[in-house]
């Protein structure tokens, strides 16, 4: 089966809303989409921490840049009225697991309330094709027996990052039932797994904890080398979010949400291994485990991403080791002296098949 990818035709010219464009995936996308043609004005808090591909890349001169806090009900929708939208990819989020424990309340103001401000802001607009706002594979109600949930599983979160996800679902499907089906304008939710790539110096997320310990000369501590997760490139994900997109822009019947991860049948890979194909790569010192017994994070994750290869043509091309081999190429070239957004260009146009 050909494997569908994201279509130039279709996003040229169209005017896209990117919230989170200052995040890891957010800056990856505005990247993308501006190579496509796409004309992209984002909605982000400023870069925390700074130093990501953000400002490596100089993303901020692909698009139009707006530093709005989507808590402000008042600034998202003075800035959202200001302009017309054709498709809007709602990335914003706090989207750290172990931050979210220390401050929950914090995280449910971000990404369920900011998620209503946005979609609250979002009604008056008159030209929207479609929305789609990502959670996360965390939305389930994980009792960690070890099966991949597809979309019809029961949503839930025993911590506060997994539960503000599955509320933003269920924000998002009342917001759609209540005002945007009526208008004809889809609203879905994309349920993406734990995504590598270049670029991400993000807190408390594996990759990016193995360069920084590797840039010292140290080995990186691991507190659950066993826990396994439905890792993926980050752009498998976001060539999901994209084509996801053109479809409900242009399919009534695609389904209004699908999860994205591993290509089906693929083995299920533990942070410890995927730690070690990195150490391995960058010629670090291997990993060392310092366990958390305090941690309530989830020890087995797996989700069936078949849905979107049934329904989209879509799945990731990316196994765990090719994801690690190209993430860990663009920070050693990045190391060696190369331009940022030239090697997320380069990688793009690899992964398109242009290169």
């Known amino acids: 089966m050909a494997v569908r990818r994201p279509d130039r035709g279709f996003w040229t010219g169209k005017r896209v809303l990117l919230t989170g464009h200052t995040g890891f995936k957010g800056s990856w996308a505005a990247i993308w989409l501006e190579g496509l043609g796409a004309e992209v004005t984002g909605l982000a808090l400023p870069p925390d921490p700074p130093g990501g591909v953000f400002e490596l890349a100089r993303v901020a001169d692909l698009c139009e840049s707006n530093f709005v806090d989507l808590r402000d009900r008042a600034a998202v929708e003075r800035m959202v009225g200001a ?72 949503l839930g979160g025993k911590d506060p990052y997994s539960a503000s996800k599955a509320a933003a679902e269920i924000v998002v ?10 208008a004809g304008a889809p609203v879905a939710t994309a349920r993406g797994g734990n995504v590598i790539g270049g670029g991400d110096n993000s807190r408390d997320r594996l990759v990016s904890d193995i360069v920084r310990a590797a840039a010292a000369g140290e080995a990186v501590a691991l507190r659950h080398p066993e826990a396994t997760r439905p890792w993926q490139h980050v752009l498998d994900c976001l060539a999901g979010y994209l084509v996801y997109a053109e479809a409900l822009a242009t399919d009534p ?34 990993w060392r ?19 979107a290869r049934k329904t989209l043509g879509f799945e990731s091309r990316l196994d765990a080791q090719a994801a690690v081999a190209l993430t860990m190429d663009w920070h050693r070239r990045l190391k060696a002296g190369e331009d940022a957004l030239s090697l997320c260009r380069a990688q793009i146009a690899h992964y398109e098949g242009r290169a």
């Open 83 to 154: 302009q017309a939208f054709d498709i809007v990819l709602h990335l914003a989020a706090q989207p750290i697991v172990r931050t979210a424990i220390a401050e929950p309340v914090e995280t449910f103001a971000s990404n369920v309330m900011g998620t209503a401000n946005l979609l609250q802001a979002l009604r008056s607009q008159t030209t929207l094709r479609a929305v789609l706002a990502i959670t996360s594979d965390k939305v389930y109600a994980n009792t960690e027996a070890g099966e991949a949930f597809a979309e019809t599983a029961p």
């Open 253 to 286: 019947a695609t389904p209004r949400a699908l999860n994205f991860g591993p290509a089906h049948g693929g083995p299920q890979v533990s942070v410890g291994e995927l730690a070690s194909l990195a150490v391995q790569a960058l010629g670090a010192k291997p």
């Open 289 to 307: 485990h310092e366990p958390d017994p305090q941690s309530i994070e989830a020890r087995a994750l797996a989700i069936d991403a078949s849905l």
């Open 173 to 182: 499907s009342s917001f759609a039932r209540s005002y945007f089906d009526r």
